[in-house]
T-cell receptor, first 111, second 115 residues
Framework: EDQVTQSPEALRLQEGESSSLNCSYT??????LFWYRQDPGKGPEFLFT???AGEEKEKERLKATLTKKESFLHITAPKPEDSATYLC????????????FGKGTHLIIQP | DTEVTQTPKHLVMGMTNKKSLKCEQH?????MYWYKQKAKKPPELMFV???????INESVPSRFSPECPNSSLLNLHLHALQPEDSALYLC??????????????FGPGTRLTVT
């Protein structure tokens, strides 16, 4: 069974204080790992897809990296508008086209 | 345009009612999905349609009945629901080529309350 574990569950940072969110995964053959951002009461917003170990993607203050067992979402000099729940999801060979999500990291950026 | 639309935004229904949720995308995607998300939990996959055919049903109770009338539309028919079925129901779509992990784009969801 595919498993995705995210840590920490919650993280409170000061504006400008950089940090990283972790996503550990166990899958039967990884097809892709995805990062999403979700604001309260809204659908997840796609951020990144990573396919193989060593791959990196960047978008504004966010950078996602992938190893064979985990992925990191690095947030550099965050702003209050970066506050959200960040979800990690995997698509595996066993899971066909569906995504298996982790429980998410609830990020709060204080001004 | 990466928009997936869902209607209605909110729905309150009794346990004996029949209602439907609707989802639409115009990105030319060939795979569409239904997920269920309870409060403070991650989305859980319910159904996958690939090229308008049901390819995955994650052991969902029969009171949930999906339908894909064409490649742009996805419905979820609801009947005799239970209060524990109250949740945010999310629709998503992707390019959907078999064996390739394309990103899924989510709609805003329908907030369902069963009384």
């Amino acid at each position: 069974e595919d498993q995705v574990t995210q840590s920490p569950e919650a993280l409170r940072l000061q504006e400008g204080e950089s940090s990283s969110l972790n996503c550990s995964y166990t899958v039967s053959g990884l097809r892709g790992l995805f990062w999403y951002r979700q604001d309260p009461g809204k659908g997840p917003e796609f951020l990144f897809t990573l396919y193989s170990a060593g791959e990196e993607k960047e978008k504004e203050r966010l950078k996602a990296t992938l190893t064979k067992k985990e992925s990191f979402l690095h947030i550099t000099a965050p702003k209050p508008e970066d506050s959200a729940t960040y979800l990690c999801a995997v698509q595996s060979i066993r899971g066909a086209d569906g995504l298996t999500f982790g429980k998410g990291t609830h990020l709060i950026i204080q001004p | 345009d990466t928009e997936v639309t869902q209607t209605p935004k909110h729905l309150v229904m009794g346990m004996t009612n029949k209602k439907s949720l609707k989802c639409e995308q115009h990105m030319g995607h060939r795979a569409m999905y239904w997920y269920k998300q309870k409060a403070k939990k991650p989305p859980e996959l319910m159904f996958v349609y690939s090229y308008e055919k049901l390819s995955i049903n994650e052991s969902v109770p029969s009171r949930f009945s999906p339908e894909c009338p064409n490649s742009s539309l996805l419905n979820l028919h609801l009947h005799a629901l239970q209060p524990e079925d109250s949740a945010l129901y999310l629709c998503a779509s992707s390019r959907g080529l078999a064996g390739v992990a394309y990103e899924q784009y989510f709609g805003p969801g329908t907030r369902l309350t069963v009384t």
